[in-house]
């Protein structure tokens, strides 16, 4: 990918903050943003599963006309150099702002006011592996730094030479030919399929599996969705599941924490597709898929002869044949001049993530069994290792420093092994002082020094600061609530996220 210009910023501050900070988001000009509408990265479950309820075997009788509803678009039309054909099939799933089915009652209720905005809130790219035992998912920020190749604006027909943009203006300005040219260019990934969707069909559609089982190990409360769940296992109707899918406004995590629900509930989507009888029911498929396709555009190539393909091949399909992963992300925060606030990809890592996806390899590790240690340990939202600490010694008693730092190093956090004196009076009892966008990492330390005090410290900066006070007396183990192996692009198989 090019490297794009960039405008003037405030130095780099170590680490990644756990939410994006406030400034810049949608225009360069610091003013109050105006909200932002959702992003439905689960509306791809309806496309993923369509393929998946094929698996079942059930026959050409039972699935011939089903394609019929779909509204058919040319994606490909006029394309030249495209990349290479890879192994396995590549499917672009987006995700429309579509609300024009859902009543009243139900704007209410889930809170879905205002007027859709015809844009694409969720980019996917799905791979299906050669042998199809294998699906892929790969999500990528709709915010993402994107160079849009030549084209005429489908709206007022103005020629545009290639320029920089957010990834989801290539919808807007040239619909879905422009948006598979566009991730072509950035991925090198050939996409076979186009499949479009909006989420006026997602409630009925997790209805019609009779709901999906979603397991928190904390309270998720959001103002804005309405989301209230308290911690532990629940049953979820299509109405909650879309609050749950929706809420960026639980904690500091805002789209990261998103990400991670989103991924649970495809999980629990596919798992509840494959072990709640819908495959081998003619009479619930046919109504599954229904509502799954009411609502979906496609290109003329993707109909009934290729779900029956697919479905000789997919009969053992299960939550461990799925993985999810975020394209690596180099910068959360990378200013654009007339832009604004862009998501810049790590250009390496990226790479060898769509280099796997052209070779057709899986992307996810496969989880060794927890030591015994580590099966005891808390769980806490931040992985350890994702979390900066630097450690000071705020007593007189000779070495705590260091032992808190060895402590805490052992446990996962990455500290800087270099423990420094604290200044001021003797301190009692141990302090965190964090950066307030860095909130969940400090309650994840936090859970590891349960006795310390929170102190929140505007501009710190990605570095935790634990202050040991006299009162210390030891770390308790934490571990990230899906603390298996993830591989070198830290993906998750759907069978670590569903609950146990």
């Given at each position: 990918?090019?490297t ?31 909200r932002r ?13 369509v ?27 006029d ?13 672009l799933?987006?995700?429309t ?5 859902i ?12 007027a859709p ?5 969720t ?18 920020p709709r ?9 005429t604006?489908?709206?007022s ?10 990834l ?6 040239g ?11 950035m ?15 997602f ?18 409360k959001?103002?804005?969705t ?11 109707d299509g ?12 904690d ?7 990400m991670?629900?989103?991924q649970?509930?495809?999980?629990a989507v ?32 993707f ?8 479905a ?28 604004g606030s ?11 993530l ?30 350890p ?18 032992k ?5 190093h ?19 009892r141990?302090?965190?002082e ?26 710190r ?8 006070g ?20 830290e ?10």
């Amino acid at each position: 990918m090019p490297t794009p210009p960039r405008t003037p910023r405030p130095p780099h501050r170590a680490g990644t903050p756990d939410r994006r900070p406030a400034p810049r988001r949608g225009g360069p000009v610091p003013a109050r943003r105006p909200r932002r509408r959702p992003r439905w990265g689960t509306r791809m479950a309806t496309a993923l599963s369509v393929a998946v309820l094929a698996a079942g075997g059930i026959g050409h009788a039972v699935v011939s006309g089903l394609d019929t509803g779909i509204t058919r678009v040319d994606p490909f039309k006029d394309m030249k150099n495209r990349p290479q054909d890879g192994n396995g099939m590549n499917v672009l799933v987006v995700g429309t702002d579509g609300r024009d089915r859902i009543t009243p009652e139900e704007k209410r209720k889930y809170r879905l006011g205002g007027a859709p905005c015809h844009c694409t809130d969720t980019v996917l790219l799905v791979h299906i592996s050669e042998d199809r035992e294998r699906a892929s998912v790969v999500s990528l920020p709709r915010d993402s730094y994107a160079e849009l190749p030549a084209h005429t604006d489908q709206n007022s027909g103005e020629k545009h030479r290639a320029h920089p943009v957010k990834l989801n203006a290539a919808y807007a300005e040239g619909g879905p030919s422009l948006t598979v040219r566009t991730v072509e260019a950035m991925t090198r990934v050939k996409i076979d399929h186009y499949l479009e969707v909006d989420f006026t069909s997602f409630m009925r559609t997790v209805d019609a599996v009779g709901g999906v089982q979603i397991c928190t190990t904390r309270p998720l409360k959001d103002a804005y969705t309405g989301l209230d769940l308290a911690a532990g296992t629940h049953e979820l109707d299509g109405g909650q599941a879309l609050q749950y899918v929706r809420s960026r406004h639980i904690d500091g995590a805002a789209d990261i924490g998103r990400m991670q629900r989103q991924q649970k509930f495809l999980a629990a989507v596919v798992e509840r597709l494959t072990g709640g009888g819908v495959l081998f029911n003619p009479v619930r498929f046919r109504e599954v898929a229904t509502t799954m396709l009411g609502s979906v555009r496609a290109d003329e190539g993707f109909g009934t002869d290729e779900l029956l393909s697919l479905a000789k091949a997919m009969r053992g399909f299960t939550p461990a044949s799925s993985e999810f992963v975020s394209v690596p992300v180099g910068d959360m925060d990378f200013p654009v001049k007339g832009i604004g606030s862009t998501v810049k990809w790590d250009a390496e890592k990226a790479q060898k993530l769509f280099a796997a996806l052209r070779e057709d390899r899986p992307l996810a590790a496969r989880p060794a069994a927890p030591a015994k240690r580590e099966a005891r340990a808390a769980v806490v939202d931040v992985d350890p290792k994702s979390v900066r600490v630097q450690v000071y010694n705020g007593t007189r008693i000779d070495g705590l420093g260091r032992k808190v730092d060895d402590a805490l190093h052992g446990t996962g956090f990455d500290t800087t092994r270099a423990p420094m004196t604290g200044t001021g009076p003797e301190r009692e009892r141990t302090l965190i002082e964090y950066d307030p966008r860095w909130d969940r990492s400090a309650k994840s330390l936090a859970a590891a020094l349960p006795d310390a005090e929170l102190k929140a410290v505007p501009g710190r900066g990605g570095t935790l600061r634990v202050v040991a006070g006299t009162a210390y007396r030891g770390v308790t183990a934490v571990r990230a609530e899906t603390a298996a192996a993830r591989g070198p692009f830290e993906a998750v198989t759907g069978d670590q996220v569903v609950c146990p």
